[in-house]
């Protein structure tokens, strides 16, 4: 299983972008869907949470700003990322929980984009 992400960039403060991930291998199905963002010198962290079945859950730092839409038909996840702010520049990792053909569970990780946001 491999994750690609990918839409990254450089946009000023206000500006928008869309992150996109999809996933492929031997997919059977994505249970759960996650981005994760990591700042120089900081801790990843969790930006927004979509478990199958369950509503999605955002920091607090993005709420009502960023939006996790998933496409189960194409194995894909979305981050829109409205109204952006030099504190979101970080590099943006998705991440899935995959049932595999093997039916098999696992997780894992895309390479990173970074998104870079100028005051």
């Known amino acids: 299983v491999q994750l690609q992400a990918s839409g990254g960039g450089l946009v000023q403060a206000g500006g928008y972008l869309r992150l996109s991930c999809t996933a492929s291998?031997?997919?059977?199905?994505?249970?759960?869907w996650a981005w994760y963002r990591q700042a120089p010198g900081k801790q990843r962290e969790l930006v927004a949470n979509s478990m199958k079945g369950d509503a999605t859950t955002y920091a607090d730092s993005v709420k009502g700003r960023f939006t996790l839409f998933r496409d189960n038909a194409k194995n894909t996840v979305y981050l829109q990322m409205n109204s952006l702010e030099p504190e979101d520049t970080a590099v943006y990792y998705c991440?899935?929980?995959?049932?595999?053909?093997?039916?098999?569970?696992?997780?894992?990780w895309g390479q990173g984009t970074q998104v870079t946001v100028s005051s």
């Open positions: 991440k899935a929980r995959v049932l595999t053909l093997k039916m098999s569970r696992g997780d894992y």
């Open positions: 291998g031997i997919i059977f199905g994505i249970d759960d």
